[in-house]
């Protein structure tokens, strides 16, 4: 008899549970990664410029004739990493600042999502955050740019400490960070441009970037893994109050199917005894 009820509170505990489960789950939907390829696993060769470069991404360069760039796959400290290096010639030249970048641009319902989720990575920096002590212009840089086409924001990682530099239309968010060793760091666009002021763009360009100057030239590299968009399941649609009330209905049936059966087979067992 015992082994009966049981059997019967366990599947009104189950029918209950998917049915709290269902309600609270219906119209969620996981919202994908902003960014794509984001661990630039997959690479494409482009024919323009003889090279590599990972699928999905854009390959910036600024730089005078006598410099170079490249952007390469590695294995830095036993972990798969996209490496951006920048040679700086001594040579005078037009461009203050040799620089690669690694760009997507997003829009629409990636921007939001970028925009304002925590944004997390490896970095793997290889020399110290300079920059020019009255003026606080910076003279090299490792880290991550935002560019909306009017505001800028750098996360520059080096063993500098952690600090702001806050200009008109750029805002140099250093995050200490040692040199030589993988370290995992989190970023969040949104909070930055609140504490600058500015407004939520229409669009932008999410970018990794290694640069320098001529006042240190030579060969300068950084390495960059495990990129990551902390999203979250977000609700399309919810109940109506018709199928929430369907719902209680059915459980509230099914709930009185069970009491009912159970009545009859207590009964049944005990004309049986």
């Known amino acids: 008899m015992w082994h009966r009820a049981v059997s019967l509170i366990s599947i009104a505990l189950c029918f209950l549970v998917i049915s ?6 219906y119209g969620q939907v996981f919202q994908p990664s902003p960014l794509l390829n984001p661990n630039m696993k997959f690479w494409t060769f482009d024919p323009a410029t003889n090279s590599t470069e990972p699928y999905l991404w854009q390959i910036d360069v600024i730089k005078n004739p006598a410099d170079n760039v490249s952007v390469f796959r590695t294995v830095v400290a036993s972990r798969s990493a996209v490496a951006l290096s920048v040679y700086r010639s001594n040579e005078n030249g037009s461009s203050v600042f040799t620089t690669v970048h ?18 997390s990575l490896w970095v793997y920096p290889t020399f110290t955050y300079w920059y020019d002590l009255r003026y606080k212009n910076p003279e090299n840089v490792f880290g991550i740019e935002i560019n909306d086409g009017v505001n800028l924001v750098w996360y520059v990682f ?4 952690s600090q ?5 239309h750029q805002r140099i ?6 040199l030589h060793v993988w370290s995992y760091r989190t970023v969040n666009i949104a909070r930055e441009y609140a504490e600058a002021g500015w407004e939520k763009p229409e669009s932008l360009s999410f970018i990794l970037i290694l640069g320098t100057t001529s006042i240190y030239p030579g060969n300068w590299t950084g390495y960059f893994s495990g990129l990551s968009v902390q999203t979250t399941m977000q609700r399309t649609q919810t109940l109506s109050m018709l199928n929430v009330e369907t719902l209680v209905i059915c459980n ?9 059966a159970g009545i009859v087979m207590w009964r049944r067992d005990r004309l049986d005894m």
Do not use: K
Not at 164 to 168: A, D, I, S, T, Y
Not at 173 to 178: E, G, L, N, S, Y
């Open 173 to 178: 968010v250093v995050i200490q960070t040692p």
């Open 102 to 119: 690694l760009r997507q641009d997003l829009h629409g319902q990636a921007l939001d999502t970028a925009f304002n989720s925590t944004i």
């Open 252 to 260: 509230a049936i099914v709930m009185g199917i069970l009491v009912t």
């Open 20 to 25: 709290a489960a269902f309600a609270n789950y």
């Open 158 to 161: 080096a063993d500098d400490q």
């Open 164 to 168: 702001v530099f806050q200009f008109p």
